[in-house]
């Protein structure tokens, strides 16, 4: 069993900032990929970062430059800090983790309830 619980969503104006943070617990481990999907109303889930187990990093085109992610394996914890939010940033955002020894980008086969991030223009 994996556990993600992640917290840190809300309300923030465009050109605001959120930090987004998971932790991870169960059937899991600094070996295995930490990332962070969403999914806005009507459209499929993306995966719009993730931190792979030796570091390595991954950024979708859409959140390049204003999105960081960050690990810490000693706590196996996760933190998305997101700067310079746009409308079309609005979403459930869910930490998702996979196997041990996947990279950044996946795959990635479990995820979190979510929480839900609304930026408005």
């Known amino acids: 069993q994996v556990q993600l619980v992640e917290s840190g969503g809300g309300l923030v104006q465009a050109g605001g900032s959120l930090r987004l943070s998971c932790a991870a617990s169960?059937?899991?481990?600094?070996?295995?990929?930490l990332g962070w999907f969403r999914q806005a109303p009507g459209k499929e889930r993306e995966l719009v970062a993730g931190?792979?187990?030796?570091?390595?990093?991954y950024y979708s085109d859409s959140v390049k430059g204003r999105f960081t992610v960050s690990r810490d394996n000693v706590k196996n914890t996760a933190v998305l800090q997101m700067n310079d939010l746009r409308p079309e940033d609005t979403a459930v955002y869910y930490c998702?983790?996979?196997?041990w020894g996947a990279g950044a980008a996946g795959p990635y086969e479990y995820w979190g309830q979510g929480t839900q991030v609304t930026v408005s223009s």
């Open positions: 169960g059937r899991t481990s600094s070996g295995c990929p």
């Open positions: 998702a983790t996979g196997r």
């Open positions: 931190v792979g187990w030796n570091g390595g990093t």
